[in-house]
């Protein structure tokens, strides 16, 4: 844990890598490389876990480059407060951009957590859910793709979160525990019933269910450019940990 109580990055890291899975994994070093469908950032990026200086960075590169290659997927690398000495600068020599800033946010879940009886929890990514999730923003084939094949590559408990309104699939939202962390995933209201609060109240659900299951803070990803969703997540008491961003060759 790091200052007042909350999870360090590493612990972040560790719980995203396990809540966004992925069915192709190799480790080179201080990364964790992933490869899906081409989806999720996450899901599909080389990953740092350590800041140590790496010697071999440039040669490391070179071989996460031809990992997504043989994969046919776009080589990415996820930059963050755990990435190598350097890496950021080496990249930039070597003719990658980076990109899609993004914030890692935390906070207590004891302060916004509350059941709801308008929502169901289901076991998976039914049509319903599937349906309401397809509202947002960015979630395109590849990402609903990967989304279905969830529930079979999960290591750890997850719920997925449906809010009814008026008889119908309002919101939605996808949440893990794992042990002390909940995250919390793909936060949808369909056009129809935005500005009504239901955000909230599916992310309060969310994490409802997640304190029963022993988990005491919350963690959500949320790009730098959605000010709509930060402003939510500020609202529920989570607060900036981290930022992110993926750098790719040009």
């Known amino acids: 844990m790091s200052e007042a ?8 890291e560790r719980a995203t890598l396990t809540a966004v899975p992925a069915p192709r994994i190799a480790f080179d070093g201080p990364f964790v490389l992933r490869a899906f469908a081409g989806g999720t950032g996450r899901a599909n990026s080389a990953c740092p876990l350590d800041p140590a200086e790496d010697p071999a960075l440039e040669a490391r590169v070179a071989r996460i480059r031809a990992f997504y290659a043989r994969a046919g997927l776009v080589p990415r690398i996820r930059s963050t407060p755990l990435d ?48 309401a999730m397809a509202s947002g923003e960015h979630q395109v084939p590849a990402r609903q793709a990967e989304k279905q094949r969830m529930p079979e590559l999960l290591g750890v408990q997850a719920a997925w979160v449906l809010l009814h309104e008026a008889g119908e699939a309002a919101a939605c939202c996808f949440v893990t525990a794992d042990g002390a962390l909940a995250g919390l995933f793909d936060l949808a209201v369909r056009p129809a019933f935005r500005r009504r ?35 939510l997540n500020a609202g529920l008491g989570l607060s900036e940990r981290y930022r992110y961003r993926y750098f790719t060759p040009e």
Do not use: I, K
Request: charged fraction near 15%.
């Open 197 to 231: 609060g239901l955000g909230r109240r599916v992310m309060a659900a969310a994490g409802e269910w997640a304190m029963r299951q022993g988990a005491r803070f919350a963690y959500a990803q949320v790009s730098c450019a959605n000010t709509a969703s930060l402003r």
């Open 84 to 131: 190598p000495a350097g890496l950021a600068a080496r990249l930039g020599a070597l003719g990658w951009v980076a990109h899609d800033e993004s914030q890692v946010l935390c906070g207590s879940l004891a302060g916004f957590a509350r059941a709801d009886a308008a929502v169901e929890l289901l076991g998976g990514p039914e049509p319903a859910w599937m349906a």
């Open 5 to 12: 109580g909350l999870p360090d990055v590493l612990a972040l």
